[in-house]
């Protein structure tokens, strides 16, 4: 009985690993395509083009991976 219990705790474990990174593949996806569009925008406005665009892109994907990188390391401390 005390394996299915540990068992069942590692698939629970599992399954909110999956999750996590799904969630944060997501964020990423509407983030940069998000601050791409705003880049375009203000590109267009400004006359700036593709300053704006590219500054904004790769700062969505910097911070969402600082996060991941965050959640990452609190998900492996309370494993």
């Not at 068992?7 to 601050?35: A, K, Q």
């Not at 700036?48 to 904004?56: D, E, N």
Request: hydrophobic letters at 45%; charged letters at 15%.
């Amino acid at each position: 009985m005390t394996s299915l219990h540990k068992t069942h705790n590692d698939e629970f474990g599992t399954f909110r690993t999956i999750t996590l990174l799904s969630t944060w593949g997501l964020s990423l996806v509407i983030s940069s395509f998000l601050l791409l569009w705003i880049g375009h925008l203000l590109d267009e406005k400004l006359g700036t083009a593709p300053k704006f665009m590219l500054g904004l892109f790769f700062a969505a994907i910097a911070g969402c991976m600082t996060g991941l990188y965050q959640a990452a390391r609190k998900n492996q401390k309370n494993v």
